[in-house]
């Protein structure tokens, strides 16, 4: 039987995933355009993933991507739960230690890029290993 793709369900509109991915490319562009450099997107771990991985300089950026229509419930950058920080530190964590670095090795830190309706906020350092 064939499969169905995501979103067939819904004429004309894409799956969350679908979705996702174009917003974090927006984002990848967007940070490029700032001067950061690529490294790896959709990076899985035990139990989480990061959007994008990036270099700014010598550090090492791990970005959450966020996207919400409006900021009726708090926008996009306040949907970035402390559990989904947690998260985004253990698969840090492990990515580093699969390319031999640390958080003690290497200099990094944790941003988060929020689309809310038409607006884009960056929030660099916006949260840390003490989160």
Known sequence: MAQIPAGAD???KLSRKQTGDAWELKARRWLEGKGL???A???HGRGGEIDLIMKDGQVIVFIEVRFRQSSRFGGAAASVTL???HKLLQTAHLWLARHNGSFDTVDCRFDVVAFTGNDIEWLK???GEDA
């Open 83 to 85: 559990a989904k920080q």
């Open 41 to 43: 997107a959709n990076v």
């Open 37 to 39: 450099r690529f490294i």
């Open 125 to 127: 350092n916006a949260f």
């Open 10 to 12: 819904r004429p004309g």
